[in-house]
């Protein structure tokens, strides 16, 4: 038991430390990163009127998911909440033709769907001593 409780925590910090990093990075640039974003689905089918919101909340819920995964607070929303947005992720990647990245997103998704189902050995967290 004490090995999964392990092997869990580091597969959640390390996701965690992904999606923190994700959105660290652009949370400084956030105007940029939206414009680029809104720039790359310019010719998609997906409206701008769409985009633009996504483009800005993206950052910041890797940010709190990444956060919340590190410290383990509400390890379950935020393991529901990073898996959504891999799935929003994913359906945008494929709307671009941005097949490359598919891959790292649909294993983030992969993890995140994994804590899920092994969340009964998340031990080493917040949520355990709440």
Known sequence: MKEYSLAYFLTRI???VSMFGHGLVRLPKLEG???HI???FEK???PEVLVTPFA???PILEFVVGVLLIIGLFTRQALVLGAI???MLVFGSAMIEN???IDSQLIHTLIFISLLCTIDYNYWSLDVKI
Do not use: C
């Open 14 to 16: 390390a996701v965690g």
């Open 38 to 40: 809104v720039q790359s």
């Open 44 to 46: 998609s089918m997906i």
């Open 99 to 101: 097949w490359g990245i």
């Open 85 to 87: 947005l891999m799935i």
């Open 33 to 35: 990163f939206k414009n």
């Open 56 to 58: 800005y909340t993206l």
